[in-house]
Every structure is written in structure tokens, then in C-alpha cells.
DNA sequence: ACTATAGGTAGGAAATCTCCTACCTATCAA
DNA sequence: TTGATAGGTAGGAGATTTCCTACCTATAGT
């Protein structure tokens, strides 16, 4: 007995998450895999591409860039059109905006490492 | 048979990956969990803590949180530092910069979309 | 010295991820 | 129509993640 659970404190309580986190999540955790990643790169620098043209550029089984696609896709970071017999994959940027915000907040910090100010802040912050 | 397997199509030989991207991995990997991006704005919101207030946030086991604190200490984006019988967590935000820069190049891409620009040079891409 | 507290580590269960090999459908070309 | 090609889906193996309950060590207070 006694190992001091939290039992009442839960995130909910102070954070807005609810649903409208749950696509937010999606495109952190697509973001997570290389893979994923790469195919991003891809179809930024090269424009809308067909399954295949992404695929020859990986060392995996087509199926397996499928479901990369998949992932993608269902965190809205490709759309897919299809053209005759092909899929055509599309870059669509806009959850990355999301990110970006995610990110902004600690900009400071990193820029106030980056410039050489360091640690100065840090020590008026434990009560 | 003939299932038209890749075979010499590795993203080494166009992708300066290697060793250097290892690093970012593990950040990009950090940032997919929920759980651990809430710990980061925590300590960006109210400076460094020890592992127990941190803890207080989380409707999750004390030990449960020490593993997400690893992952984000392996990833460079927090440090430890011992005050007594508590370990202090401090935000390391420079690598989140990488993450950022790696979404730099994205940015017109949603601009464009989000100004009402719209797809424009799609159409030009395919060969 | 003894007890309580902070927090890491061990090991395991359940879920999820990432890859694979079939296999299926849809479209184009003969 | 028949065959070849593009690409999704099914199902499964193996690795990884995420949570848990012990359990252990180190420091602080008495």
C-alpha cells in the first residue's frame, strides 16, 4: 500500500486536449519515422509522385511504403489523386503549420543557448 | 516469384544520412509522445523541476514517468542536475532547433495554402 | 543508527510499429 | 478477352513502446 498515486491529478484537468489534440498527435507521430520523413522531403522537392517513384527510392517491400503512405495520409500530411492506373501523392503541408506552432513557444530558449547567453534564468526558477 | 524487389535502391546512396541523423531521430521520436511534449512545456512554463512535481501532472505511475524523462534526456532535450535527495529537470531546448530547421523548407508550402495561393505549380511537376 | 522520501532500475504484460509475403482489385495495352 | 502493371489489403513475425508492480540506492531528518 502507500505508493502515493496521483488518483486526482490528470492532465484533462488543465490542459484543453480533448479531440483536438488527437490530429495534433497524429502528425507529431507520423513525423517520428525516417521513412516518413524522407517521403515528405521527397515530394517537397520533387512534386506529386506515384507510389512506385517514392518506392524506388527506400530499400523496403512496396506494401510496407504503402502503409507509410497510410500513416501520412491519415495525419492529413499527403493526399493521394488517382490518375489512370496510378496514385499520385501529394505533399500537403498545412498540419506542419501545427507543428511550427507547437515548436514556437521555445524558441527563445534554444536562441538564448545558440547566442551565448546560457543559463541565467535557470537558477531564480526552483521555489 | 518476380515480385519486383528493390534490391539496390537504398536511400544511402542519394541521403547523406549515416550517423549524424541518429540524433535527430531520437528528437523526433521524443516529440511523438503526448505525454512528453506536456513535460517540455512544463518545464519551458515553469522552469526546472524535480521528478515528483512533474509526476503531480501525470495520471500515470511515478516509474512510467522516469522512462519518458529518459527518453527525453537520451534525446538532449532535458538534463538532470542533483539538489539534495532530488534531481532537478532542466529544459535543453537546442535540439529542438534541428526540428525546426527540418520544417523550414515546408514553410511556403503551407503558406501558400493558407494565404489562399493554392496549388499552382502541382500541375507542372510530373514528367 | 533508523526511518522516511526522491527517484532510478528490473522485469513483465499488453499494445503498437514495422517489416514481410501473399493476395486482391482496377486500369491499360495487345 | 487476356495479360501485365499500379497499388491497396490481410495476416503474421519480431521488435519496440508504454504502462505496471516490485525493489534498490542515496540523501535528509530524527
Do not use: C, N
Not at 10 to 21: L, Q
Request: no cysteine; net charge neutral.
Amino acid at each position: 500500500m502507500t505508493d502515493t498515486r496521483a488518483g486526482s491529478a490528470r492532465p484533462g484537468a488543465d490542459a484543453p486536449a480533448d479531440a483536438a489534440d488527437a490530429a495534433g498527435d497524429r502528425v507529431f507521430a507520423a513525423l517520428a519515422s525516417p521513412v516518413r520523413r524522407e517521403v515528405l522531403r521527397l515530394l517537397r522537392e520533387e512534386g506529386p509522385q506515384p507510389v512506385q517513384r517514392i518506392a524506388g527510392r527506400f530499400a523496403m517491400a512496396r506494401p510496407s511504403l504503402s502503409e507509410h503512405l497510410r500513416v501520412l495520409r491519415e495525419a492529413g500530411l499527403v493526399s493521394e489523386r488517382k490518375v489512370g492506373r496510378q496514385r499520385l501523392y501529394r505533399l500537403e503541408a498545412v498540419p506542419l503549420h501545427e507543428v511550427r506552432e507547437w515548436l514556437d513557444p521555445f524558441e527563445r530558449f534554444w536562441r538564448e543557448k545558440l547566442t551565448g547567453l546560457r543559463d541565467l534564468l535557470d537558477d531564480l526558477d526552483e521555489p
